[in-house]
């Protein structure tokens, strides 16, 4: 079992700037990518940004390139989201993602969510 709680997430101006993490616990050692993931109201599910946690390698949407950074620090077991030049449309609750290593079986797990909100 692995456990994710997201903290970081409120209410920012427009061109404002949040940080968000998300700390794991239990099974850390089956964990081998951590991602966020966000949805707005009435929207599908998108990825933001994911990060493999021995290798650091990250992948981004288009939608946020240049403007969020995914990090991790693996002996806090803790994934980071650093979102800068925040707009309206990054409105969502956000959720933080741990996936198995491919050979394992079994499901994905999940944060509780985060509510971040870009608004004047």
């Known amino acids: 079992q692995v456990q994710l709680v997201e903290s970081g997430g409120g209410l920012v101006q427009p061109g404002g700037s949040l940080r968000l993490a998300c700390a794991a616990s239990?099974?850390?050692?089956?964990?081998?990518?951590m991602g966020w993931y966000r949805q707005a109201p009435g929207k599908q599910r998108e990825l933001v940004a994911t990060?493999?946690?021995?290798?650091?390698?990250?992948n981004y949407a288009d939608s946020v390139k240049g403007r969020f950074t995914v990090s991790r620090d693996n002996a806090k077991n803790t994934a980071y989201l650093q979102m800068s030049s925040l707009k309206p449309e990054d409105t969502a609750v956000y959720y933080c993602n741990a996936k198995p290593p491919p050979s394992m079986p079994q499901s994905d797990y999940w944060g509780q969510g985060t509510q971040v909100t870009v608004s004047s």
């Open positions: 990060i493999i946690t021995s290798s650091g390698r990250t």
């Open positions: 239990g099974s850390i050692f089956s964990i081998y990518v």
